[in-house]
Nanobody
């Protein structure tokens, strides 16, 4: 499975961005999908996850109410809509796919495939 993340960039605080992650998987709906991020000098952390059909979603407390994860299985794509961005959201954002299709896991160890990352920079 190959994952290609896009949509990052520079935005002012309070602004919005939408990240996309296109997957090469023939059976995209067989995978749960997640977004993680890693800021300079920090460990990679969970942001959001969605199960195989979008019926279950989970969010980190730090982004709850501001970010929305969704997926379009017909397009083999998962999205992360980010609103009300804050400087502390600055990080490289990674999408990931996990074979545990029914579980939208918050643990990076439950994901089997990773994209290359896209940089999000939020200026104050």
């Amino acid at each position: 499975v190959q994952l290609q993340a896009s949509g990052g960039g520079l935005v002012q605080a309070g602004g919005s961005l939408r990240l996309s992650c296109a997957a090469s998987a023939r059976m995209f709906s067989s995978y749960a999908m997640g977004w993680f991020r890693q800021a300079p000098g920090k460990e990679r952390e969970f942001v959001a996850a969605v199960n195989w059909n979008g019926g279950s979603t989970y969010y980190a407390d730090s982004v709850k109410g501001r970010f929305t994860i969704s997926r379009d299985n017909a397009k083999n794509t998962v999205y992360l809509q980010m609103n009300s961005l804050k400087p502390e959201d600055t990080a490289v954002y990674y999408c990931a796919a996990g074979r545990h299709a029914f579980l939208a896991s918050t643990s990076l160890y439950d994901y089997d495939y990773w994209g290359q990352g896209t940089l999000v920079t939020v200026s104050s």
